[in-house]
Nanobody, 115 residues
């Protein structure tokens, strides 16, 4: 059975940093494009960043220069390093894996940026 298990989020002050991780099981991880999405209160879900099997990454304009996505295929894990956090980054963050017609989602982890 496919599972994407995310680390716990948390409460962070503006300007702070947080690293999220997502561990996959039940899939051939190295073949998958992995991504992070988020949904802020009262807003639509949006792509934050993704990374292909070849290591090419893509970021939303709102997080460029602040966030970094990476993957460790040996650990079947994808990471999202979040720096210089802003209150606007407050959201539930979801891990996503996609390969051909297959798509899977993590359970979501809540990140709150507030003083």
């Amino acid at each position: 059975q496919v599972q994407l298990v995310e680390s716990r989020g948390g409460l962070v002050q503006p300007g702070g940093s947080l690293r999220l991780s997502c561990a996959a099981s039940g899939v051939n991880f190295s073949r998958y494009t992995m991504g992070w999405y988020r949904q802020a209160p009262g807003k639509q879900r949006e792509l934050v960043a993704n990374i292909t099997s070849g290591g090419m990454s893509n970021y939303a304009d709102s997080v460029k220069g602040r966030f970094a996505i990476s993957r460790d295929n040996a650990k079947n894990t994808v990471y999202l390093q979040m720096n210089s956090l802003k209150p606007e980054d407050t959201a539930v963050y979801y891990c996503n894996g996609r390969w051909r017609s297959w798509e899977y989602w993590g359970q979501g982890t809540r990140v709150t940026v507030s003083s």
